[in-house]
């Protein structure tokens, strides 16, 4: 049996401000862990946005010490600064409408170079279902590691996600794949001595 909040006695408005909390504290402990593994490492990271307008950036900013690792960022909302500013083909940008995992990877590669950082993060997609993406909801992104892309990815969500849900949803799920990279980065170099 499935049940309604109003027989539970919580309104959806509770649901949604109970999700959001938890949200937050998954969402610290992330940034935490990111933040120390980054100090750890000494290494440095940029980002490149679209989808996301900021997010991805503010996220890294909450961390402790950003400014040791966090070089800075960009969002490039528009298709002519994708290709102005990072250089990614006209005519994948055209094509696609900036939303591919050609642009994400091409981003994410540039970004690094523009900024020298040994780590980036590119995304682009659709936070509102629009005509250009056949009314879904849908983002690629990329991680590079020392000029290579590690890992490029297409998320999907649903289309009726409210386009701030599908923000935050994409970061989150974007700095979760980039702990991984973390981590399996670590476990290889305990492996290789």
């Not at 600064?81 to 995992?101: H, I, M, P, R």
Request: hydrophobic share 40%; with cysteine; aromatic share 10%.
């Amino acid at each position: 049996m499935i049940l309604k909040s109003s027989q539970i006695g919580v309104s959806s408005d509770e649901l949604s401000v109970r999700s959001l909390i938890f949200f937050i504290v998954e969402l610290q402990n992330l940034l935490n862990y990111i933040g120390s593994r980054m100090q750890r490492s000494g290494e440095t990271i940029s980002i490149a946005e679209s989808v996301t307008s900021g997010f991805l950036q503010f996220s890294f900013s909450q961390m402790k010490d950003a400014s040791k690792f966090f070089i800075g960022g960009m969002t490039v909302y528009s298709l002519d600064e994708k290709v102005t500013l990072l250089n990614v083909d006209a005519q994948e940008v055209q094509k696609n409408n900036g939303v591919s995992s050609l642009v994400a990877e091409t981003m994410a590669l540039n970004v690094a170079k523009l900024y020298k950082t040994d780590w980036s993060i590119a995304v682009t997609g659709y936070a509102t279902p629009v005509a250009e993406s056949n009314k879904k909801l849908y983002a690629y992104f990329s991680i590079s590691y020392k000029g290579s892309v590690i890992l490029s990815e297409r998320l999907d969500l649903h289309s009726r996600t409210k386009a701030v849900n599908a923000q935050l949803y994409y970061t989150e799920f974007i700095l979760g794949c980039f702990k991984l990279e973390l981590d399996k980065l670590k476990q290889e170099r305990v492996v290789n001595g």
